[in-house]
């Protein structure tokens, strides 16, 4: 598999599959009200684990998922039963919202055997394919070793960097109203706009009404209408990094090179006091 995207299709013919890893990475917003690993036990493909943003994250930061130290994915890949030649297949409850996310961190830790579903559970149950229900079966825990690619992220530093030397685009994922501060934040507190120099691309723009990706040249097209010509690197950013992996996603598919993810997003920098907010 070169793709970073499965079709439905796919995974029904590889369920089962000796090095097919399954994983519902759903993860709901905090003013959501929705526990994503109730809703796994309610209803998963078959075979799938629940893969935790939360739990793969930095436990030692108050920001929401950040990511995790080497040691700590590894250890956690392990348990959940991802080897080095495992193929994962991440998928989500919403159709591609935090699916990337799973497939972004698998990368970032050296693992290219990784694709999301494209269409989610919303797609593999319209098509009348089998659901299971109750919690997935604790897998044989196996050995992960991690190569961590370091220049598939950035941080604050980076960030504040880049607002002086525009030397990378800034493509924003949230919702256009979230970007021009029309719209509250879902998280208290939090300052509304976006960094400055950073263009808007809100994820419903790179997927079908059916919540499937666009083909690659509608992606090229909406990646280059938001200033996307091959002259500067790309960071991507949504509200805590998450969403943000969905334009990561369509780069990779367009035939672009992928770049980083700003991983504290609008949630870091909105968050604090010290750093330059546009609307």
Request: hydrophobic share 45%; charged share 20%.
């Amino acid at each position: 598999m070169s793709s970073p995207l499965v079709s439905t299709e796919w995974l029904a013919q590889h369920l089962g599959g000796a090095d097919v890893v399954i994983l519902d990475a759903t993860l709901y917003l905090p003013n959501e009200n929705k526990n994503a690993r109730a809703e796994f036990a309610a209803a998963h493909i078959p075979g799938a684990r629940f893969f935790d943003i939360n739990a793969f994250a930095d436990p030692d930061t108050d920001l929401p998922h950040m990511v995790p130290s080497a040691g700590r994915f590894a250890k956690l890949a392990g348990a959940l039963g991802i080897g080095n030649d495992s193929f994962c297949v991440f998928y989500d409850q919403r159709g591609i919202f935090s699916a990337a996310r799973g497939w972004w961190l698998m990368g970032l830790f050296g693992h290219d055997r990784a694709a999301v579903l494209d269409g989610g559970l919303p797609k593999w149950r319209r098509e009348d394919r089998a659901v299971a229900t109750g919690e997935a079966a604790a897998p044989a825990p196996v050995s992960f070793r991690p190569d961590f690619r370091a220049g598939r992220l950035r941080g604050i530093g980076d960030m504040l960097g880049n607002v002086a030397t525009q030397a990378e685009l800034v493509l924003d994922a949230r919702a256009a109203g979230r970007f021009n501060a029309t719209v509250p934040e879902p998280r208290a507190g939090m300052r509304g706009g976006h960094i400055p120099g950073a263009a808007s691309l809100p994820i419903t723009e790179l997927l079908t009404p059916e919540l499937t990706m666009l083909p690659p040249d509608a992606l090229r097209a909406r990646l280059a209408a938001a200033g996307v010509d091959g002259t500067r690197p790309v960071v991507t950013s949504c509200g805590s990094g998450v969403t943000a992996t969905v334009i990561t996603l369509a780069m990779a598919l367009a035939g672009l090179p992928q770049g980083a993810v700003y991983d504290g997003s609008w949630t870091e920098w909105g968050g604090r006091r010290d750093t330059p907010v546009e609307t």
